[in-house]
């Protein structure tokens, strides 16, 4: 659901490196990912974990909603 509101692909930086948000996708462990993409490179990154750029893209409060009822759960 969250993919389908949210608008890909959009750049943010991790650890002070701008990489590309292609898709989120769900793990064998039911975790929710960004894949990132740099110099064609693909990384997972927990959606928990992720810095959203400023302006965030559309959707982002899919994001954070998300990460609010996650933290409901703990």
């Known amino acids: 659901m969250m993919e389908d509101n949210l608008r890909?692909?959009?750049e943010t930086e991790i650890f002070?490196?701008?990489v590309t948000v292609e898709?989120?996708?769900l793990t064998e462990g039911d975790e929710i990912v960004a894949v990132?993409?740099?110099s064609g490179k693909r990384q997972k990154v927990p959606i928990l974990d992720?810095?959203?750029?400023s302006p965030p893209p559309e959707g982002a409060e899919?994001?954070?909603a998300y990460?609010?009822?996650r933290r409901g759960l703990q």
């Open 16 to 18: 002070g490196l701008k």
């Open 23 to 25: 898709r989120i996708d």
């Open 50 to 53: 992720l810095s959203l750029p």
């Open 36 to 38: 990132c993409k740099r």
């Open 62 to 64: 899919w994001i954070a």
């Open 67 to 69: 990460r609010y009822w």
């Open 8 to 10: 890909l692909p959009f």
